[in-house]
Every structure is written in C-alpha cells, then in structure tokens.
C-alpha cells in the first residue's frame, strides 16, 4: 500500500510543476501586461511598477521565486489590481464558501445518487426505475447553468419560497437553491452508474448464493451487492468532485454566495492573472489530492487491484 | 461418371445469377440504428435544428446585431412573441430580436461542437493509435504527458486563456483544441493495442509496410466504428463547455453569441416578468443536447463490437 501510495505522489508531483509552469509560462506571453491601461503610464513609473512586483527580472528567475513561494511558503503573490490585498487572502475569503456548499452538494450528489441507483436495480421495471432512467438522461441536459435559472425562476420568483441568492454566512435557506443546481446532473450521473453495476452485481454467483443460503433480501443487497456495486462509482467521485468546484464558478456569479468562483470571474473579467492563476493552481492541487485518495480509497475497496 | 443434365442446368443458372450481395459492416450498422427509434429520432431533430440555425437568418426580417430601439427597455410590454411582428421568439430587453438570436446562437454552439470534435477525432486519433502502435517507452511517456494534461483542471485553464489572449472564436477553439483530444486519445490507444496483434497487421508488417503506413492504412479505418461513436458524444460536451464559459460571460465577445451567453442573458432579465429571451435558448439548448445524446447512444447500439 505503501510503495502504490508513493508511486501515485511520483505522478501527482510532476503534473503539479507542469500546471505552475504552464499557467505562469501562459500569463508571460499573454499581450499586454497587468500595467497596460488605457492611458499610457510613464515609462519610469512603468519601470518603478515593474521593479516592484519584480517584472524587470529575467523570466526564469521570476518563475523560479514563483513557483518557490508556492512550495515553500503556500504564498501566490500580490494581486496585480487591488493593491493592498494579495492573491492568499483573496482565496482565504471566498474558500470556505465555496468549500461549505460545495462538500454539501457533494455529499447529497453522491448519497441520493447512490440511493436512487441502488432502489432502481432492485426493483428493476418500477415506476423509479423509469425515473432514475430517465434522470439519468436529464443529466446530460440539466447543467449546473441550466438549473440556477430555472431554480431562481420557479421557487424565487414564482412560489417565493426561498431567496434568490446572497449567502447571509451560509444560513440554510441559501445554500438549498445553490446546492441542487450544483448537485442534480451529478446526482444523476451517480444514479446511473450505480443503476447499472448495481443491475451486473445481483446477477453474479456470490449474489445466488448469498440467497441460497437464505440471508433476508435487505442483507444480500446491502452486504453483498452494495460493496462490489459501488466500484465504479467511486472512480466517478474525482470528476465529481472536479466539477463541483468548477460548478462553483457558476454557482458564485449567479447566486451571488461570494465563494472562489466569484473572485475567479472578477479576476477574469480585471484581467488579476495573479489571482486567477492562484486559484487555478489552487484548484489543480485539490484535484490532484482528491484523484489521490480516490486511487487509494479504490484500491482498499476492491481487492483485484494490486499494487 | 456422368453428371446428370438437371444437376449441369442448376449450376449454370446458378452461375448466371447475379452474386449474393454481402452486408458490409456499415450496412449492418445503419440497419440497427435505423430501427432505433430514440436515435432516429434525434437525428431527425438535429436537422431540424441545424436547419433552424442555418435557415432563420433568411426566413426573418430582422438581423441578430441591429436593435429595435423602441423596444429597448420596455421588451415586458411591447416585445411578446407574436407572428404579425416577425419577432416569432420576442425581443431581449436589448432591443434584439430573440427568434434571430437564438438562431445565431444555436450555429455558433453547433460549429464549437463540431470543430471541438473534429480536432479531437484527428489529433486523437492520430496520437493515441501511434502510441498504441509503437508501445514500449514511446507509449509510456506518451500516455503519461496524456495524464498530466488530463489532471489539469482544464475549465479554469481554457478561461485563462480566453482572458489573456483575447475572447475570440479562434481562440476557443485553440482551447478546446488543445484539451478535447486527451480522452479520445485513451480510448484510441486501448483499441490499437488490441488490434495490432491481428494476423492483417502481421501480414502488413510481413510485406514490409512502413509503420505509419500501417497506422493510417490498417489500423484508423478499422478504429473508425468506436471514434465515431466518442466524437458524436464529444459534441455536446463541447456545447457544454462553451456554453459554460459563455454563461459566465467569458466567451467570445460580442456581437458573436451563443446559447450560453443568451441563456445568461435570459436569465438576467427574468425579473422583469417576462420569460421568452430565457425560454427561446434554454429549450434549443437542451433540445441540441438531448438530440446528441440519442444519436450518440443510438451509434454507439449501432456500432460498439462489444455490445454484439
């Protein structure tokens, strides 16, 4: 377990340096610098600017103190457009949000996913299969920008229920509408996965005689179909948990919950790359993490894989 | 031994029948789609679609980029949909015309998807079957630059993009260019490698075939069933994806639209108490959806060898 562990970091390390070097390589050969406004400065305060956020420096220096202060101090640099704060509070200030209602969103994603595929296997041809069915077609049509709108639309705007956004430090009224919108096309995509492993597994022989040997039904499906049945599911989370995050940035600029996403808009449309370059980054090595403990948490569970 | 004059006569009317026609494997193949019902018809939508997108520009009186100003502002009062005005769809609080619009819109998703798609079948294609082929260090190190860039959270890196090298068409499709082809390329790999141990690709290397020959003779035609398959799939994904990024109204920049920038649009003005700017782009966006996603499945029926 041990050495399987190391062997994934000896991958995770890599793609993380490519993704530092790529985006800072990226931001260096964008036209126009973070000071090219509309009005031309000066040449000297250009240079004063320049020396500053130390841009007069040959280019690999720049990217190894760059990078250097993201290993060793977690420190993405001052944002090139609001002067007086940097990249790390910008993130420390929208993270938690976005870490709030993006594990609910995935944890209701996965345990109503979960569920509805595994009720549908067992009563195969009911009228919740017909549904599971055919929610696992709308999450192909149902995105995350498909459903705030209609959300806001009909239980805002319509019945009233619940605000149309703001966040309130997270009261629960406004995470519901964001956490459906973020969650229903995953929620479906894990409905129909577990549908159909679901479906392989109780037809397999350790399934038959599990009932042979006369275990109550809500035992055999639980005990014996659950477990090999969620395999494909959990090599589905590290995607799910990606697009959560990436949901988000929808998430943030429709609801208005002041998490990450919205920062990485602001910063996109400020042309900021710092902070957008920290966030990405930021991103990338959450992915990576959470890609790691899936492969982990993957082998733990199916005993067929060696490592 | 003397063959009887009955048995001669059957064969010479046999010889001068014409020959057994056989099922080719596309054939075969249309056949099932044809009798899938889902596929069908969501190829029969997708043309209407497409017709839509291609056709309302002329069917119109209004153009997608000129506004009406008396409307402008009051679209709740005076823009409801009506087939006296020629605004078949509404007008947009903007004073633009939804039914032209959309249209637009609706072509410009569709060309993302399809060029998006185009770029992965052949960069994909290519590479993945190379890497299949060749195999050894070369695939390793191949297939290991393919999962580096797959760790990439790929949606941040493609706005990055966009932003730093300016919001255009061209350079979404330089962005999605550069991501879509990752996965095809895997599943490309994994189907050379099953392929190259047949006895026609032995043959090939025994009459001395260079390898890129073989490759492109031999292997991609017969790789073509499951690449078409994960291309017609790949379209919406890419709708998706711009759809997305357009939403967030990091997309190509104005007047060029698409159905994300309009649903956001919609969106945007749904308070005013009218619907038809958001109803018009959401239906044909999950219209466009729904229709690849018969196809794809219906191809994939179709066309998958594992599935026979």
New interface residues.
């Given amino acids: 377990m041990f050495s399987y562990i190391i062997k994934r970091l000896v991958?995770?390390i890599?793609?993380l340096l490519?993704?530092m070097v790529?985006?800072f390589l990226?931001?260096h050969?964008?036209?126009g610098g973070p000071f090219t406004y509309e009005k031309k400065l000066p040449p000297e305060v250009l240079a004063n600017l320049n020396a500053k956020y130390g841009l007069d420096q040959p280019l690999w220096r720049q990217m190894v103190s760059y990078v250097w202060g993201i290993i060793a101090h977690f420190d993405f640099g001052p944002s090139f457009v609001y002067k007086d704060r940097d990249v790390n509070e910008i993130i420390a200030q929208g993270f938690p949000v976005t870490l709030y209602y993006g594990s609910i969103a995935f944890v209701v994603a996965v345990v109503t996913g979960v569920t509805l595929g595994v009720v549908a296997a067992v009563r195969q041809n009911s009228l919740i299969d017909y549904f599971a069915v055919g929610l696992s077609?709308g999450a192909?049509?149902?995105?995350n920008?498909?459903m705030?709108?209609?959300l806001?639309?009909v239980f805002a705007?319509w019945l009233g229920w619940l605000p149309?956004g703001g966040w309130e430090g997270g009261e629960i009224s406004h995470v519901i509408l964001p956490v459906i919108a973020l969650a229903t096309s995953y929620m479906a995509s894990i409905a129909r996965i577990t549908r159909s492993s679901m479906l392989e597994v109780l037809t397999s022989n350790h399934v038959r005689t599990a009932r042979a040997k006369g275990l109550p039904e809500h035992k055999v499906i639980l005990r014996h179909a659950l477990k090999p049945s969620l395999i494909p599911v959990i090599s589905y989370l590290g995607p799910a948990f990606?697009a959560m995050?990436?949901g988000s940035?929808?998430v943030d600029?429709?609801f208005s919950t002041g998490g990450i996403g919205k920062a990485?808009?602001d910063s996109?449309?400020n042309?900021d790359?710092a902070v957008?370059?920290g966030?990405?980054l930021l991103?990338?090595v959450l992915?990576?993490i959470f890609?790691l403990l899936v492969d982990i948490l993957y082998a733990w569970i199916d005993p067929k894989i060696r490592y | 031994m003397v063959l009887s004059s009955i048995d001669m006569s059957a064969l010479a009317e046999r010889l001068a029948a014409d020959e057994v026609k056989g099922r080719s494997l596309w054939a075969d193949a249309r056949s099932r789609f044809i009798r899938n019902k889902a596929a069908v018809g969501g190829l029969i939508l997708l043309i209407v679609i497409t017709l839509y997108a291609l056709a309302a520009a002329h069917v119109s009186p209004y153009a997608y980029d000129t506004a009406d100003f008396m409307i402008m502002g009051h679209a709740a009062e005076l823009g409801a949909p009506s087939w006296e005005s020629g605004h078949y769809f509404g007008v947009d609080n903007d004073g633009f015309d939804v039914f032209v619009r959309t249209a637009f819109g609706t072509r410009i998703s569709l060309f993302v998807g399809i060029v998006g798609s185009a770029i992965a079948v052949i960069v994909g294609t290519l590479y993945g079957a190379t890497a299949g082929y060749v195999g050894g260090r070369t695939d390793q190190i191949m297939m290991?630059i393919v999962?580096?860039l797959l760790?990439?959270?790929y949606?941040?890196?493609l706005?990055?993009?966009l932003?730093?090298?300016?919001r255009s068409l061209f350079m979404l499709f330089v962005g999605i260019g550069l991501l879509s082809w990752l996965s095809m390329a895997r599943i490309v790999r994994g189907q050379t490698l099953s392929l190259k141990n047949k006895e026609f690709i032995q043959a090939a290397q025994a009459a001395g075939v260079p390898a890129w020959k073989i490759i492109l003779r031999h292997i991609v035609p017969n790789l073509l069933g499951i690449v078409a398959v994960y291309a017609t799939l790949l379209v919406?994904d890419m709708i998706?994806t711009e759809?997305?990024i357009s939403?967030?109204?990091?997309g190509p920049a104005p007047p060029v639209t698409s159905l994300?920038a309009l649903?956001?649009e919609?969106?945007g003005t749904?308070?005013y108490g009218y619907?038809w700017s958001?109803n018009a782009p959401?239906a044909f966006?999950?219209l466009t959806?729904?229709a690849f996603?018969f196809v794809g499945d219906g191809l994939r029926d179709a066309l998958d060898p594992k599935d026979r």
């Avoid at chain 2, 932003?163 to 300016?166: E, L, N, T, Y």
């Avoid at chain 2, 939403?247 to 990091?250: D, E, M, R, Y």
């Fill in positions: 991958v995770a890599p793609t490519v993704l790529l985006s990226l931001m050969a964008a036209p077609i192909q049509v149902l995105p920008f498909v705030a709108p209609v806001v639309l705007l149309a990606v995050i990436t940035v929808v600029s429709f990485f808009v996109a449309l042309r790359y957008m370059m966030i990405t991103v990338g992915t990576i890609n | 290991r999962d580096i760790a990439i959270p949606m941040f890196v706005i990055l993009l932003v730093m090298f300016g919406p998706l759809s997305f939403f967030l109204g990091l994300g649903i956001a919609g969106a749904m308070r619907l958001l959401l966006f999950v959806q729904f996603f």
